[in-house]
């Protein structure tokens, strides 16, 4: 049997304060196993719904008996039990039975989510925010009178932000995106985009210029944080990754499967880049064991990191905790009875991708 101490969930968001019904609990599975950040929520089939998935099927094994249900309950009888309990009152059963010690949570979602603090005291856990770079430049440009006041504004923003947050986050890597290119912009891009985006603010125009987009990747480098990377293919990073090698900012990929083999290949290719676990895990359910041990196949096992991703519903962080102890016992603890790994060893390493690496990345504890 291999051990799994309590778990930091080195990427999520809040929960929702308020009570659920069927229809906003479904939507949220929806947004946690849609596409990327922003894009449209996936959709079940006619006569279905979100339940009638891995993720689904999982909340349905994990989260009822910490309500006082069995497993696999109707989902019906369970969303009454939770709203009997209340949100807030679930939400506590649930994140501090979910064995997670630290959240690192992404503030970036626009919602009635928790912040940090709050989602620290439900959970009886630390707590420390990821700044989400887009957003954090939309207040920039909406207190900013010209382009080169906002450009200013930026640049400290950033860095002011960086004295208190463990990382930032971007999803400028979604499709390869502006995050693919290896070099900064020069400044005249720089200006020129910075000027087109303050004139589309007035009619709520979002951050979308791959120039602009960049110059802020390139900022966040400098201060020497982490920097989290929602990506569709982490392939396309590569040449990204190659060109912030040396400059004392670790990436870290929050990859989507079915590409968690080429994250797992870019974090041996970089001394400073890491992949993401938990949401893959979450989404394969059942599945999980076999696309763990795919991962553990090319990733240093010092590179990977545990996260939950879970926004919306404390049930994720639930799911993603014990689908990731499930399936890292399972793999390890069969390499341990096949004679191909030693107990000692299989601990060890267990112990790096749940809490140790995490705690190196972020400097949690004076690791860094």
Same mark, same amino acid.
């Given at each position: 049997m291999i051990d799994t101490p309590?778990?930091?969930?080195?990427?999520?968001?809040?929960?929702?304060?308020?009570?659920?019904?069927?229809? +906003?609990?479904? &939507?949220? /599975? !929806? @947004?946690?196993?849609?596409?990327?950040?922003?894009?449209?929520?996936?959709?079940?089939?006619?006569?279905?719904t979100f339940f009638d998935t891995q993720t689904g099927f999982a909340v349905r094994r994990w989260c009822p008996p910490l309500l006082g249900l069995e497993p696999h309950c109707p989902p019906a009888r369970y969303l009454a039990r939770r709203r009997e309990l209340g949100a807030a009152e679930a939400g506590r059963r649930l994140l501090r039975a979910s064995g997670i010690s630290t959240y690192l949570v992404d503030t970036g979602l626009p919602g009635d989510? +928790?912040?940090? &603090?709050? /989602? !620290? @005291?439900?959970?009886a856990?630390?707590?420390?925010?990821?700044?989400?770079?887009?957003?954090?430049?939309?207040?920039?440009?909406?207190t900013s009178g010209t382009v080169e006041a906002f450009l200013a504004e930026l640049a400290e923003a950033v860095h002011g932000a960086a004295a208190d947050a463990v990382a930032f986050s971007s999803t400028s890597g979604v499709r390869g995106g502006p995050a693919a290119l290896p070099v900064p912009p020069g400044p005249g891009e720089v200006r020129g985009a910075a000027g087109r985006w303050l004139a589309s603010r007035a009619a709520g125009g979002r951050l979308t210029d791959p120039v602009l987009l960049r110059h802020l990747l390139w900022i966040a480098v400098t201060t020497g944080r982490p920097l989290q990377l929602h990506t569709e293919d982490p392939a396309a990073l590569d040449g990204f990754a190659a060109a912030t090698a040396g400059l004392g900012a670790?990436?870290?990929?929050?990859?989507?499967?079915?590409?968690h083999r080429a994250a797992a290949h870019l974090t041996g290719l970089h001394p400073h880049v890491y992949a993401d676990l938990g949401p893959v895990l979450a989404h394969t359910g059942a599945r999980a064991a076999a696309v763990l041990a795919e991962v553990l196949e090319r990733a240093p096992f010092g590179k990977l990191l545990f996260s939950s991703g879970a926004q919306g519903l404390p049930e994720l962080h639930v799911v993603a905790?014990?689908?990731?102890?499930?399936?890292?016992?399972?793999?390890?603890?069969?390499?341990?009875?096949?004679?191909?790994?030693?107990?000692?060893?299989?601990?060890?390493?267990?112990?790096?991708?749940?809490?140790?690496?995490?705690?190196?990345?972020?400097?949690?504890?004076?690791?860094?």
């Open positions: 309590n778990l930091v969930d080195q990427h999520c968001h809040g929960v929702l304060r308020t009570e659920l019904g069927l229809g +906003t609990f479904e &939507a949220q /599975l !929806g @947004a946690h196993l849609g596409g990327h950040p922003g894009g449209p929520a996936a959709r079940p089939a006619p006569g279905t989510l +928790t912040r940090p &603090a709050e /989602l !620290g @005291a439900a959970g856990a630390e707590a420390h925010e990821i700044v989400r770079l887009e957003p954090l430049a939309a207040r920039v440009a909406d670790d990436l870290v990929l929050l990859h989507r499967y079915p590409h905790a014990g689908t990731f102890r499930s399936a890292l016992t399972r793999v390890l603890g069969e390499w341990v009875m096949d004679g191909a790994w030693s107990r000692t060893d299989a601990q060890r390493v267990a112990a790096m991708i749940a809490t140790d690496n995490a705690k190196r990345v972020y400097g949690l504890g004076g690791s860094r």
